[in-house]
């Protein structure tokens, strides 16, 4: 299962690498076309924005995967030092619980979208194939506290990051 | 009692150690079933509208240029500039740290890793050259929070994005009062350390180092330059700063690799996914406060309540700071800009004077007491205890108050530029 999720992770900070790389790529293009030959590139803003979609709800996932995400802990301290691992696994049951409600919510509006056909303003694609992301972002997450729920060990340390 | 109920659903949430995500993302579910349509479909559709922005692009891409330039040594290039151009003047390194404080922050986009990249050279520095302790500190800790409103800023393109503002017109109104904060800091740190022995103007000594390191200097140049010149807008300009810094650290500094640009995207995108759907969802709540039209009845019982803008203008500023003491800047903005805004706007103040006068007040708000995020790291990095940091910083935050004062009551410091 580690591995399962070891591969997961990379899986999707390779996604999130390229959708980063892309939107550099596109905002220099565009840039340079209009620049240097006076032309422009066909939806390479609108594109980029998708592109940036895309890495940050795999950021979501990466963030929960390594356990950054912003956390107020003041009332970590309320509690009796016995009880914590217990709150923290129960925290993480929640958690899981909340994003696949968040998810199945999710699912039904990119259904929504998929059922309209509705289409991306000026590139015309698909929404749905870009929305995806979204519900499949909520999931991923929920599996990942849900691994941690069942095996506290594979939780990391909480980081701060700015 | 549904209003009490909503509370009571997020202390139980904060209680049981959910995210600031979950949290919010559970009670503007709440808040779409009982106070809006009762249609939470309509959470997700919020959450996709706010984050299908261009604006957004100007985020990632800001912080992924951030990471790239401070992932090398530019820290000891900047540096290295600073010293040899304030080395004559007496107490120079004390204006030197300052300096690169401010200019290093406003490349790197973080407080924090600007005073620990300047503060690891800069602090063994100051203290073998006699400078008093308390002073080092504080010059650390405080300079560390120059770049927050000096542009490209972070918090200031949250802020545009949140309250739909022009981002371009934000960068140019933070140019005056970051070149005020740090120029009087500078003159502050002048003052304090006239006694310290100086050292020769050496013209080679300056050449070299702007040689070595004139690059990172360039970047707020080359990106303004081409944001008010109109070869790129503001979010362009985000493209042409992870742009530039890969070029200047790949090639020039050769400094990173194919695998160190890897991990900066990933650390960024982890960074982006702890922030932006928060965003989001503050956004939807946004949406529907304004349907609800929440922040003009606010506003309007709140110019009913104080009809003087002075008074009005006094409170904010206590009340910016206060938040700033326990909140972090990025979660203020997004949280209270789309409401305060409003009520700023009815008393005659510009939407982006508004802007500066929030972000500096939430920049000071990292070198106040009880989580000041530099007072922290400060204390950790300099193995110091959290009192000896919080009384260094002391005569920072009276300056810093000083120039606010001056922010507050002369809009023409951030509009002048605008023309406005």
Known sequence: MARALGWLYKIEAALAVIAYVAVTGLLLAAIIARELFSTSIWGSEKAAVFAAIFAAFFGLTLSTAANTHLRPQFTDNWWPRSVRPVLARVGDYLSAVLFIIIGIVACIYVADTYVNEDKAMILYWPLWVIQIVIPYAFFSSALRHLVFALNPGWKPSPEIIE | MTALFLFLLAFVLLVLRQNVMLILVICAAYIHLFFGDGDVTYLIDDIWTAVNRNALLAIPMFILAGNIMTRGSIAERLIDIMRSLTQWLPGGLAVATILSCAIFAAISGSSPVTLLAVG???????????????????????????????????????????????????????????????????????????????????????????????????????????????????????????????????????????????????????????????????????????AEQIPQTFANWMTGLVDNKIAFLIMLNVFLLVVGCLIDIISAILMLAPILLPVAMAYGIDPVHFGIIMVVNLEIGYITPPIGLNLIVAMTAFKESFITICRAVVPFIALMLIVLGIVVLFPQTSLILLDR
């Not at chain 2, 070595?212 to 070869?231: C, E």
């Open chain 2, 120 to 290: 690891s050279i800069l602090y063994p520095a100051l203290l073998q050259q006699g400078y008093d302790k308390k002073f080092a500190l504080g010059a650390l800790a405080s300079g560390g929070t120059l770049g927050i409103v000096i542009p490209p800023s972070i918090p200031l393109i949250f802020y545009a994005v949140v309250t739909e503002n022009s981002i371009s017109d934000l960068f140019l109104a933070g140019i005056i009062p970051g070149l005020m904060l740090t120029f009087v800091l500078a003159t502050y740190s002048l003052i304090v350390n006239r006694h310290i022995a100086s050292e020769p103007f050496d013209t080679r000594k300056i050449a070299a180092a702007f040689k070595n390191g004139i690059f990172a200097l360039m970047t707020p140049v080359i990106l303004l330059g081409g944001i008010y010149s109109g070869y790129f807008s503001a979010t362009e300009a985000a493209g042409v700063a992870v742009g530039y810094a890969l070029l200047v650290e790949v090639f020039i500094h050769r400094e990173i690799t194919a695998a160190d640009f890897y991990d900066l995207c990933v650390d960024t995108a982890r960074l982006l996914g702890t922030i932006l759907p928060i965003l989001a969802v503050a956004t939807s709540i946004n949406i529907l406060l304004t």
